[in-house]
């Protein structure tokens, strides 16, 4: 059974990067499948940020698209999240998933990431 | 504002059937396979339904999806207390060329 775990600061100050990181066991993360994040703000509902396929090709929201890059380690069997010039309104619980067609089946736990100075 | 519209609350007393609605566009429910998310408070979301009425393995037959045109639903038979989550419906969205997510249902079990 493939499991995810993210991983990553807790604490942001604005205008500064979010690195976060997602590693996954039980499946190889360039086997098959999309590699998706997703994040959920404080009290409110689930967002699409972008996501991988497993060759590599990368798609993003089109609201975040300039601050937002994902990347891979394959030999870690990881993959990374990176958001740019972020404000108070990037705060939100992080989840990383694994997908088909781009929408989440297994999910991680999720990571909180607070935007403040 | 969310692109599916999902109605904010929904309820039911035990054993009872409920259903909650996502109503969206040509452009992601009517063009799309439609999933459905439970989420308990402080929890990852669960993947429930998948292409619009599979359930993965697991999920009580209890859960159904289904979806005409550019709507979809989710009904619950046999409602139990621990059903009472928070549920999302989502689909890909041709004009936006990424998925979109429902604002959430939160089923209370009175």
């Known amino acids: 059974q493939v499991q995810l775990q993210e991983s990553g600061p807790g604490l942001v100050k604005p205008s500064e990067t979010l690195s976060l990181t997602c590693t996954v066991s039980?499946?190889?993360?360039?086997?098959?499948?999309?590699w998706i994040w997703v994040r959920q703000p404080p009290g409110k509902g689930l967002e699409y940020i972008g996501s991988m396929f497993y060759r590599g090709n990368t798609y993003y929201h089109p609201s975040l698209k300039s601050r937002v890059t994902m990347s891979r380690d394959t030999s870690k069997n990881q993959f990374f999240l990176t958001l740019r010039s972020v404000t108070a309104a990037d705060t939100a619980v992080y989840f990383c998933?694994?997908?088909?067609?781009?929408?989440?089946?297994?999910w991680g736990q999720g990571v909180l990431v607070t935007v403040s100075s | 504002q969310s692109v599916l519209i999902q109605p904010p609350s929904a309820s039911g007393t035990p054993g009872q059937s409920v259903t909650i609605s996502c109503s969206g566009s040509s452009s992601n429910i009517g063009n799309n396979f439609v999933y459905w998310y439970q989420q308990f408070p402080g929890a990852a979301p669960k993947l429930l339904i998948y292409r619009n009425n599979q359930r993965p393995s697991g999920v009580p037959d209890r859960f159904s999806g289904s979806k005409s045109g550019t709507s979809a639903s989710l009904a619950t038979s046999g409602l139990r207390s621990e059903d009472e989550a928070d549920y999302y419906c989502?689909?890909?969205?041709?004009?936006?060329?990424?998925?979109?997510f429902g604002g959430g249902t939160k089923l209370s079990v009175l």
């Open positions: 039980g499946y190889s993360i360039n086997s098959g499948y999309y």
């Open positions: 998933a694994r997908g088909e067609m781009t929408l989440p089946y297994y």
């Open positions: 989502a689909t890909w969205d041709d004009s936006l060329s990424a998925p979109v």
